[in-house]
Nanobody, 119 residues
Framework: QVQLVESGGGLVQAGGSLRLSCAAS????????MGWYRQAPGKQRELVAT???????NYAVSQKGRFTISRDNAKNTVYLQMNSLKPEDTAVYYC?????????????WGQGTQVTVSS
């Protein structure tokens, strides 16, 4: 069993910053890619950023330059530093990870953390 637990969401004013964390735990042999996705009310879930085990990053165009994804492989943790937040960044942010457990590789998701940006 693998669990992803997010933290760090909350309410912030436009222009402010938040740092999200997501820690993976359980019977983990290895974690490949980790990432952040978000879903705003009435919209589909969308990519925010991903990072490989080696540190290669990928960002959605709208977040590039404002958000930074990083990870600590020793802690099985991924972070998302969000700066210059805008009201349109308001969403539930989900952590995802591709995890190898006993020879099986599959994707796992966290429960989500709410980020609200006020204007």
């Amino acid at each position: 069993q693998v669990q992803l637990v997010e933290s760090g969401g909350g309410l912030v004013q436009a222009g402010g910053s938040l740092r999200l964390s997501c820690a993976a735990s359980g019977s983990i042999f290895g974690i490949n890619a980790m990432g952040w996705y978000r879903q705003a009310p009435g919209k589909q879930r969308e990519l925010v950023a991903t990072i490989t085990r080696g540190g290669t990053t990928n960002y959605a165009v709208s977040q590039k330059g404002r958000f930074t994804i990083s990870r600590d492989n020793a802690k099985n943790t991924v972070y998302l530093q969000m700066n210059s937040l805008k009201p349109e960044d308001t969403a539930v942010y989900y952590c995802a990870a591709t995890v190898q457990v006993m020879g099986i590789i599959r994707d796992y998701w966290g429960q989500g953390t709410q980020v609200t940006v006020s204007s």
